[in-house]
């Protein structure tokens, strides 16, 4: 089974609150590398280029923390999904 296929199967609750704050004031004046574009391994981060800034799409969130730890410029406040929500991984 393909890494697509094992994530389809994983059920996610979502929250109307975002559990990824993003500092949109460091990412315009000291970040040049954007490493969450490439580094989630759920590909949830964009560049909106009319807003000038990074989005990102929490609720497909696996919840592993990498674009907390790859944004060096500490613009990603990233903290687990609260009490009932967030990724349920399914293993089939």
Same mark, same amino acid.
């Given at each position: 089974?393909? @890494?697509?296929?094992?994530?389809?199967?994983?059920?996610f609750?979502?929250d109307?609150?975002?559990h990824? @704050?993003?500092?949109?004031?460091? /990412?315009?004046?000291? /970040?040049?590398?954007?490493?969450?574009?490439? $580094? /989630?391994?759920?590909?949830?981060?964009t560049f909106?280029?009319?807003?000038?800034?990074?989005?990102?799409?929490?609720?497909?969130?696996?919840?592993?923390?990498t674009c907390?730890?790859?944004? @060096?410029?500490?613009a990603i406040d990233?903290?687990?999904?609260?009490?009932?929500?967030? $990724?349920?991984?399914?293993?089939?």
């Amino acid at each position: 089974m393909k @890494i697509d296929e094992k994530l389809a199967i994983d059920a996610f609750k979502t929250d109307k609150e975002s559990h990824i @704050i993003i500092n949109h004031d460091i /990412c315009r004046t000291r /970040c040049t590398k954007r490493y969450c574009l490439t $580094v /989630c391994p759920g590909h949830l981060y964009t560049f909106n280029e009319e807003e000038n800034a990074i989005v990102v799409e929490y609720a497909g969130c696996l919840e592993c923390g990498t674009c907390m730890i790859a944004c @060096i410029e500490g613009a990603i406040d990233w903290a687990y999904p609260k009490g009932d929500f967030g $990724v349920q991984y399914r293993y089939g």
